[in-house]
Protein backbone atom coordinates (compact mmCIF):
# COMPACT_ATOMS: atom_id res chain seq x y z
CA UNK A 1 0.00 0.00 0.00
CA UNK A 2 1.41 3.23 -1.42
CA UNK A 3 1.80 6.33 0.73
CA UNK A 4 -1.08 9.10 1.26
CA UNK A 5 -0.75 11.97 -0.81
CA UNK A 6 -0.53 15.04 1.07
CA UNK A 7 -3.74 16.88 2.46
CA UNK A 8 -5.86 13.78 1.66
CA UNK A 9 -7.58 12.89 5.31
CA UNK A 10 -5.33 9.48 5.26
CA UNK A 11 -2.16 11.98 5.42
CA UNK A 12 -3.86 14.21 7.85
CA UNK A 13 -4.26 11.00 10.56
CA UNK A 14 -0.85 9.87 10.14
CA UNK A 15 0.53 13.45 10.86
CA UNK A 16 -1.51 13.48 14.12
CA UNK A 17 -0.44 9.41 15.40
CA UNK A 18 3.31 10.61 14.68
CA UNK A 19 3.30 13.50 17.01
CA UNK A 20 4.74 13.46 20.42
CA UNK A 21 7.41 11.36 21.38
CA UNK A 22 7.32 7.44 20.25
CA UNK A 23 9.14 4.48 20.92
CA UNK A 24 13.21 4.52 21.04
CA UNK A 25 13.33 1.16 19.59
CA UNK A 26 11.38 1.67 16.82
CA UNK A 27 13.40 4.56 15.89
CA UNK A 28 15.99 4.24 12.61
CA UNK A 29 18.35 7.12 13.34
CA UNK A 30 20.19 6.47 9.55
CA UNK A 31 16.70 7.03 8.26
CA UNK A 32 15.55 9.14 10.54
CA UNK A 33 12.38 7.67 10.76
CA UNK A 34 9.68 6.80 13.60
CA UNK A 35 7.26 3.75 13.53
CA UNK A 36 4.65 3.59 15.20
CA UNK A 37 4.12 -0.25 16.56
CA UNK A 38 6.73 -3.60 15.97
CA UNK A 39 4.82 -4.57 12.46
CA UNK A 40 6.13 -0.84 10.90
CA UNK A 41 9.77 -0.92 12.35
CA UNK A 42 10.06 -4.69 10.75
CA UNK A 43 8.19 -2.99 7.38
CA UNK A 44 11.03 -0.14 7.43
CA UNK A 45 14.26 -2.84 7.88
CA UNK A 46 12.97 -4.65 5.44
CA UNK A 47 12.72 -1.72 2.41
CA UNK A 48 14.70 -0.85 -0.13
CA UNK A 49 15.97 2.31 1.17
CA UNK A 50 16.73 1.36 4.50
CA UNK A 51 18.83 -1.43 3.05
CA UNK A 52 20.98 1.37 1.08
CA UNK A 53 21.60 3.55 4.72
CA UNK A 54 22.89 0.41 5.76
CA UNK A 55 25.55 0.01 3.11
CA UNK A 56 26.40 3.47 3.31
CA UNK A 57 27.02 3.27 6.96
CA UNK A 58 29.09 -0.48 6.32
CA UNK A 59 31.50 1.19 4.66
CA UNK A 60 32.50 3.19 7.17
CA UNK A 61 30.56 3.09 10.46
CA UNK A 62 33.18 5.03 12.55
CA UNK A 63 32.31 8.57 10.25
CA UNK A 64 28.68 7.84 11.29
CA UNK A 65 29.13 7.51 14.97
CA UNK A 66 31.78 10.31 16.15
CA UNK A 67 29.29 12.36 13.60
CA UNK A 68 26.46 11.60 15.90
CA UNK A 69 28.05 11.13 19.05
CA UNK A 70 29.46 14.89 17.88
CA UNK A 71 26.13 16.01 17.33
CA UNK A 72 24.21 14.53 20.22
CA UNK A 73 27.22 16.00 22.89
CA UNK A 74 26.95 20.14 21.01
CA UNK A 75 23.22 19.64 21.27
CA UNK A 76 23.31 18.34 24.96
CA UNK A 77 25.44 21.27 25.89
CA UNK A 78 23.60 23.82 23.92
CA UNK A 79 20.87 22.67 25.59
CA UNK A 80 22.64 22.77 29.33
CA UNK A 81 24.04 26.28 28.78
CA UNK A 82 20.83 28.09 27.54
CA UNK A 83 18.84 26.36 30.12
CA UNK A 84 20.63 26.23 33.33
CA UNK A 85 23.80 28.21 32.81
CA UNK A 86 26.90 27.12 34.89
CA UNK A 87 24.62 25.79 37.91
CA UNK A 88 24.65 22.60 39.33
CA UNK A 89 22.00 20.59 37.70
CA UNK A 90 20.97 16.61 37.60
CA UNK A 91 22.58 15.30 34.29
CA UNK A 92 19.23 13.22 33.67
CA UNK A 93 17.01 16.37 34.38
CA UNK A 94 19.05 17.92 31.42
CA UNK A 95 18.39 14.94 29.44
CA UNK A 96 15.02 14.48 29.98
CA UNK A 97 14.61 18.61 28.61
CA UNK A 98 16.30 17.65 25.86
CA UNK A 99 14.64 13.99 24.44
CA UNK A 100 11.21 16.48 24.53
CA UNK A 101 12.05 17.72 21.20
CA UNK A 102 10.62 14.83 18.69
CA UNK A 103 13.50 15.22 16.63
CA UNK A 104 16.62 15.00 18.70
CA UNK A 105 18.82 12.66 17.87
CA UNK A 106 18.92 9.67 19.94
CA UNK A 107 21.50 8.24 22.32
CA UNK A 108 21.63 4.48 20.72
CA UNK A 109 23.13 5.85 17.49
CA UNK A 110 25.93 7.34 19.42
CA UNK A 111 29.07 5.61 20.93
CA UNK A 112 27.80 5.93 24.54
CA UNK A 113 25.61 3.23 25.82
CA UNK A 114 24.41 4.97 28.88
CA UNK A 115 23.72 8.20 29.94
CA UNK A 116 26.67 7.46 32.99
CA UNK A 117 28.90 6.78 30.12
CA UNK A 118 28.54 10.35 28.47
CA UNK A 119 28.81 12.28 31.75
CA UNK A 120 31.85 11.06 32.60
CA UNK A 121 33.10 11.48 28.98
CA UNK A 122 32.26 15.48 29.50
CA UNK A 123 34.44 15.12 32.77
CA UNK A 124 37.53 13.57 31.10
CA UNK A 125 37.34 15.95 28.33
CA UNK A 126 36.72 18.96 30.60
CA UNK A 127 33.96 20.44 29.20
CA UNK A 128 31.37 19.75 32.69
CA UNK A 129 31.86 19.27 35.88
CA UNK A 130 31.17 16.31 37.81
CA UNK A 131 30.23 14.28 40.51
CA UNK A 132 28.13 11.78 42.02
CA UNK A 133 25.71 12.02 45.48
CA UNK A 134 22.72 9.83 46.21
CA UNK A 135 20.62 11.12 43.74
CA UNK A 136 22.68 10.63 40.84
CA UNK A 137 25.43 12.17 38.63
CA UNK A 138 25.18 15.96 39.00
CA UNK A 139 26.76 18.40 36.19
CA UNK A 140 27.98 22.07 35.75
CA UNK A 141 28.98 23.34 32.89
CA UNK A 142 32.14 25.46 32.00
CA UNK A 143 31.73 28.28 30.19
CA UNK A 144 35.13 29.02 28.12
CA UNK A 145 33.53 31.51 26.34
CA UNK A 146 35.95 34.63 25.62
CA UNK A 147 33.88 37.53 26.83
CA UNK A 148 32.55 35.46 29.77
CA UNK A 149 36.32 34.98 30.72
CA UNK A 150 36.47 38.93 30.46
CA UNK A 151 33.76 39.43 32.26
CA UNK A 152 34.80 37.22 34.98
CA UNK A 153 38.07 38.75 35.01
CA UNK A 154 36.45 42.11 35.37
CA UNK A 155 34.10 40.95 37.98
CA UNK A 156 37.31 39.32 40.41
CA UNK A 157 39.18 42.79 39.77
CA UNK A 158 35.92 44.45 41.11
CA UNK A 159 36.28 42.09 44.02
CA UNK A 160 39.64 42.67 44.73
CA UNK A 161 39.44 46.72 44.55
CA UNK A 162 36.52 46.18 47.29
CA UNK A 163 38.35 43.83 48.96
CA UNK A 164 41.43 46.44 49.02
CA UNK A 165 39.13 49.17 50.68
CA UNK A 166 37.94 46.38 53.54
CA UNK A 167 41.80 46.13 54.65
CA UNK A 168 42.17 49.97 55.09
CA UNK A 169 39.29 50.23 56.79
CA UNK A 170 40.36 48.00 58.76
CA UNK A 171 43.70 49.19 59.09
CA UNK A 172 42.25 53.03 59.92
CA UNK A 173 40.18 50.87 62.52
CA UNK A 174 43.26 49.65 64.04
CA UNK A 175 45.18 52.97 64.37
CA UNK A 176 41.86 54.34 65.90
CA UNK A 177 42.28 51.38 68.34
CA UNK A 178 45.77 52.09 69.50
CA UNK A 179 45.14 55.46 69.57
CA UNK A 180 42.12 54.77 72.07
CA UNK A 181 44.47 53.01 74.09
CA UNK A 182 47.36 55.32 74.20
CA UNK A 183 45.07 58.84 75.08
CA UNK A 184 43.02 56.43 77.87
CA UNK A 185 46.87 55.33 79.30
CA UNK A 186 48.19 59.16 79.16
CA UNK A 187 44.91 60.96 81.04
CA UNK A 188 45.60 61.21 84.98
CA UNK A 189 42.86 60.41 87.01
CA UNK A 190 42.10 60.61 90.51
CA UNK A 191 44.24 58.53 92.75
CA UNK A 192 42.54 56.77 95.93
CA UNK A 193 45.13 56.11 98.77
CA UNK A 194 44.80 54.64 102.40
CA UNK A 195 44.26 57.51 105.40
CA UNK A 196 46.86 57.05 107.65
CA UNK A 197 47.81 59.27 110.75
CA UNK A 198 50.56 60.90 110.82
CA UNK A 199 50.80 60.81 114.57
CA UNK A 200 48.87 60.83 117.72
CA UNK A 201 47.76 63.86 119.71
CA UNK A 202 49.04 63.86 123.55
CA UNK A 203 46.28 64.76 126.05
CA UNK A 204 46.81 66.94 128.55
CA UNK A 205 44.90 67.50 131.43
CA UNK A 206 45.74 70.67 133.61
CA UNK A 207 44.17 70.11 136.91
CA UNK A 208 45.59 73.29 138.93
CA UNK A 209 42.66 74.45 140.65
CA UNK A 210 44.76 77.40 142.60
CA UNK A 211 43.50 79.12 139.57
CA UNK A 212 39.64 78.50 140.05
CA UNK A 213 38.28 82.06 141.27
CA UNK A 214 34.31 82.43 142.38
CA UNK A 215 32.24 83.43 140.10
CA UNK A 216 29.76 86.67 141.15
CA UNK A 217 25.90 86.04 139.78
CA UNK A 218 26.52 88.13 136.83
CA UNK A 219 29.57 86.75 135.50
CA UNK A 220 30.12 84.36 132.76
CA UNK A 221 31.85 80.93 133.65
CA UNK A 222 34.17 79.88 131.55
CA UNK A 223 33.35 76.85 129.39
CA UNK A 224 35.42 73.88 129.67
CA UNK A 225 35.83 71.42 127.05
CA UNK A 226 36.44 67.78 127.69
CA UNK A 227 39.66 66.63 125.67
CA UNK A 228 38.81 63.61 125.31
CA UNK A 229 35.62 64.43 123.25
CA UNK A 230 38.09 66.77 121.14
CA UNK A 231 39.76 63.50 120.41
CA UNK A 232 36.63 61.63 119.70
CA UNK A 233 35.05 64.46 117.14
CA UNK A 234 38.77 64.26 115.52
CA UNK A 235 38.63 60.88 115.02
CA UNK A 236 35.13 60.79 113.75
CA UNK A 237 35.78 63.74 111.20
CA UNK A 238 38.88 61.77 109.71
CA UNK A 239 36.93 58.38 109.49
CA UNK A 240 34.41 60.04 107.47
CA UNK A 241 36.97 61.34 105.37
CA UNK A 242 37.95 58.10 104.77
CA UNK A 243 35.38 56.82 104.07
CA UNK A 244 34.36 59.58 101.63
CA UNK A 245 37.57 58.82 99.89
CA UNK A 246 36.66 55.78 99.30
CA UNK A 247 35.29 55.23 95.50
CA UNK A 248 31.51 54.06 95.53
CA UNK A 249 30.69 50.74 93.67
CA UNK A 250 29.21 51.10 90.36
CA UNK A 251 28.05 49.08 87.10
CA UNK A 252 30.63 48.18 84.89
CA UNK A 253 30.38 50.10 81.70
CA UNK A 254 31.75 49.30 78.32
CA UNK A 255 34.19 51.79 77.37
CA UNK A 256 33.88 53.49 73.80
CA UNK A 257 36.67 50.95 72.47
CA UNK A 258 35.08 47.99 73.70
CA UNK A 259 32.12 48.90 71.88
CA UNK A 260 33.64 50.45 68.60
CA UNK A 261 35.62 46.44 68.51
CA UNK A 262 32.14 44.49 69.75
CA UNK A 263 30.03 46.51 66.48
CA UNK A 264 33.79 45.49 63.99
CA UNK A 265 33.18 41.93 65.25
CA UNK A 266 29.32 42.00 64.14
CA UNK A 267 30.09 43.27 61.02
CA UNK A 268 32.53 40.65 60.24
CA UNK A 269 30.39 37.91 61.39
CA UNK A 270 27.86 39.40 59.11
CA UNK A 271 30.15 39.76 56.05
CA UNK A 272 32.13 36.21 56.68
CA UNK A 273 28.91 34.15 57.55
CA UNK A 274 28.59 31.66 54.56
CA UNK A 275 26.57 28.42 54.31
CA UNK A 276 29.78 27.02 52.86
CA UNK A 277 32.95 26.03 54.88
CA UNK A 278 35.15 23.31 53.43
CA UNK A 279 38.78 24.56 53.78
CA UNK A 280 42.05 22.88 52.28
CA UNK A 281 44.08 21.22 55.17
CA UNK A 282 41.41 20.28 57.66
CA UNK A 283 40.61 17.15 59.32
CA UNK A 284 36.64 16.41 58.84
CA UNK A 285 34.74 13.55 59.57
CA UNK A 286 32.46 11.16 57.27
CA UNK A 287 28.88 10.62 58.63
CA UNK A 288 27.69 9.49 55.03
CA UNK A 289 26.12 5.81 55.93
CA UNK A 290 25.75 4.85 52.40
CA UNK A 291 29.15 4.63 51.87
CA UNK A 292 28.98 1.81 54.11
CA UNK A 293 30.81 0.63 57.70
CA UNK A 294 34.61 0.77 55.50
CA UNK A 295 34.39 5.11 56.02
CA UNK A 296 31.46 5.15 57.99
CA UNK A 297 33.15 7.86 61.02
CA UNK A 298 36.24 7.66 59.30
CA UNK A 299 38.53 10.89 59.13
CA UNK A 300 40.35 12.56 56.42
CA UNK A 301 42.08 15.57 55.23
CA UNK A 302 40.35 17.89 52.72
CA UNK A 303 42.84 17.61 49.65
CA UNK A 304 40.98 19.65 47.16
CA UNK A 305 38.20 21.54 47.14
CA UNK A 306 35.67 21.79 44.46
CA UNK A 307 32.95 24.50 43.58
CA UNK A 308 32.64 25.49 47.25
CA UNK A 309 30.35 22.40 48.85
CA UNK A 310 32.36 19.31 47.35
CA UNK A 311 35.80 18.49 48.21
CA UNK A 312 38.18 15.51 47.31
CA UNK A 313 38.93 13.85 50.96
CA UNK A 314 41.95 11.32 51.34
CA UNK A 315 41.06 9.06 54.47
CA UNK A 316 44.01 8.79 56.63
CA UNK A 317 43.60 4.76 58.00
CA UNK A 318 43.16 3.65 54.30
CA UNK A 319 44.61 6.47 51.83
CA UNK A 320 41.49 6.48 49.54
CA UNK A 321 40.20 9.78 48.23
CA UNK A 322 36.53 10.19 48.14
CA UNK A 323 34.71 12.95 46.53
CA UNK A 324 32.37 13.98 48.67
CA UNK A 325 29.64 17.07 49.54
CA UNK A 326 29.94 18.70 52.95
CA UNK A 327 26.67 17.43 53.92
CA UNK A 328 28.34 14.23 54.44
CA UNK A 329 30.57 15.48 56.70
CA UNK A 330 31.72 17.34 59.52
CA UNK A 331 34.06 19.35 61.66
CA UNK A 332 37.04 17.53 64.05
CA UNK A 333 37.64 19.00 67.40
CA UNK A 334 41.41 18.41 68.98
CA UNK A 335 42.34 18.30 72.07
CA UNK A 336 43.01 21.37 74.40
CA UNK A 337 46.25 23.66 73.80
CA UNK A 338 45.73 22.35 69.48
CA UNK A 339 45.82 24.51 66.18
CA UNK A 340 42.25 24.78 64.88
CA UNK A 341 41.39 26.24 61.60
CA UNK A 342 38.08 28.82 61.72
CA UNK A 343 36.11 27.69 58.75
CA UNK A 344 32.98 29.84 59.27
CA UNK A 345 31.86 33.17 61.03
CA UNK A 346 33.79 36.74 61.81
CA UNK A 347 37.34 35.29 62.04
CA UNK A 348 36.96 32.78 59.14
CA UNK A 349 40.57 31.48 57.41
CA UNK A 350 42.26 32.67 60.60
CA UNK A 351 44.61 29.57 62.91
CA UNK A 352 43.58 29.76 66.88
CA UNK A 353 44.38 27.80 69.34
CA UNK A 354 41.85 25.53 71.32
CA UNK A 355 41.55 26.91 75.31
CA UNK A 356 38.17 25.24 76.89
CA UNK A 357 35.38 23.22 75.62
CA UNK A 358 32.07 23.58 76.55
CA UNK A 359 30.04 20.20 76.09
CA UNK A 360 27.21 21.08 77.75
CA UNK A 361 26.58 24.04 74.43
CA UNK A 362 28.73 22.44 71.71
CA UNK A 363 30.49 25.81 72.15
CA UNK A 364 34.44 26.06 72.77
CA UNK A 365 36.70 29.04 74.12
CA UNK A 366 39.81 29.57 71.56
CA UNK A 367 42.58 32.57 71.22
CA UNK A 368 43.45 33.37 67.96
CA UNK A 369 46.73 33.29 66.86
CA UNK A 370 46.69 34.50 62.71
CA UNK A 371 45.72 38.11 61.66
CA UNK A 372 45.35 41.48 63.10
CA UNK A 373 43.39 40.16 65.72
CA UNK A 374 46.24 37.48 67.04
CA UNK A 375 46.01 37.25 71.13
CA UNK A 376 42.46 37.54 71.33
CA UNK A 377 40.06 35.31 73.24
CA UNK A 378 36.69 34.32 71.41
CA UNK A 379 34.33 32.69 73.93
CA UNK A 380 30.95 30.75 72.99
CA UNK A 381 32.45 29.44 68.84
CA UNK A 382 30.37 26.41 68.30
CA UNK A 383 31.66 23.09 66.61
CA UNK A 384 30.58 23.46 63.53
CA UNK A 385 32.93 26.87 63.00
CA UNK A 386 36.12 25.23 64.26
CA UNK A 387 37.94 22.08 62.89
CA UNK A 388 40.91 20.48 63.59
CA UNK A 389 44.06 21.39 60.97
CA UNK A 390 46.26 18.80 59.58
CA UNK A 391 49.87 18.46 59.82
CA UNK A 392 51.45 15.45 57.69
CA UNK A 393 53.93 13.90 60.13
Given at each position: MGKAEFGTPKYIANKIKAKGLQKLRWYCQMCQKQCRDENGFKCH??????????LLFAENPHRYLDSFSREFEQTYLHSLKMRYGTKRVNANQVYQEYISDRHHLHMNATKWETLTDFVKHLGRVGKCEVDQTEKGWFVQYIDRDPETIAMQEKHAKKEKM?????????????????????????????????????????????LNLSQAKSTGIGEKRPSLENPLMKTSKSSTVKEKGKDECQPPEKRKKKSALEELMAEEERIKEKSNRKDYWLTEGIVVKVMAKSLGDKYYKEKGVVKEVINRYVAIVEMIKSGH?????QAHVETVIPALGRVVMVVNGAYRGN????????EQNFSATIEISSGLQKGRKIENVQYEDICKVHYPS
Open positions: TMSESHQRQLAKDDEERLKDFIEKQVERGKNVANSEDGPSYTELQREGEEKVNLNRLKLDLATLVTIN
